[in-house]
């Protein structure tokens, strides 16, 4: 079995980068990210790092919600879901006549500017303290 081993970084997501260690046989390229328990394969090298890529913003879609209860209220009140995760962001939706779509950070510190616009999107205040 031959080996071709090779480093390369990706980012999964905007906020970081991360160490990939790309092995091939012949047949298949594998890679996996230095540090994390995650694992992609692929016929091509590109086609396994755009596979590591969707596996490691998986692995991160397991990080828990830490948005504020004050924020997330907030939108629930005005009629926004969370609908999903993804990483280090949160999807909130609002359905109707007026459907939205917010894309919050999920963070126990939310900027002043998004809570600004949080509360002119939904018309409520949202307290500011984390």
Do not use: W
């Not at 594998?30 to 995650?38: H, L």
């Not at 998986?58 to 504020?68: A, G, N, R, T």
């Not at 917010?102 to 303290?129: C, F, K, M, W, Y």
């Amino acid at each position: 079995m031959r080996s071709m081993a090779g480093h390369s970084r990706i980012t999964p997501d905007a906020d970081a980068e991360y160490e990939v260690i790309v092995t091939g046989d012949g047949k298949h390229f594998v890679a996996t990210c230095k540090g994390y328990p995650v694992f992609a394969q692929g016929e091509t090298r590109e086609e396994t790092l755009e596979n590591l890529r969707e596996a490691m913003a998986l692995y991160f879609d397991d990080l828990p919600i830490s948005l504020p209860a004050t924020v997330i209220k907030t939108l629930t009140d005005a009629g926004f879901f969370g609908v999903n995760k993804r990483g280090r962001h949160i999807r909130f939706r609002r359905y109707g006549e007026n459907s939205e779509t917010l894309i919050i950070p999920n963070t126990a510190e939310v900027a002043d500017s998004i809570i600004d616009h949080i509360q002119r999107i939904t018309g409520n205040s949202t307290s500011r303290s984390s």
